[in-house]
């Protein structure tokens, strides 16, 4: 299973990065779950079905916004 997140979109494409390796990948975005936005987190099965993970993804933004508020104050 591969584990990515989205970093951003261009056109029709989704660009997402490996959280292991940090290789970069180019999604169509039809091939996303409808939902899917920047910083999500995604799952590949062996099969090739994608699917966001909410928990992984959760964690990620709170520990972004944690890194924000230490950097700047707020």
Request: glycine fraction near 8%; hydrophobic fraction near 35%.
């Amino acid at each position: 299973m591969k584990v990515l997140s989205i970093d951003r979109f261009e056109g029709n494409f989704a660009i997402c990065q490996e959280l292991d390796t940090g290789k970069l990948f180019g999604i169509e975005r039809q091939e996303l779950p409808k939902k899917a936005r920047e910083g999500d987190v995604l799952e590949i099965s062996e099969e090739g079905e994608i699917s966001i993970n909410e928990e992984m993804t959760r964690q990620r933004r709170q520990k972004i916004l944690s890194r924000q508020k230490a950097m700047f104050g707020k």
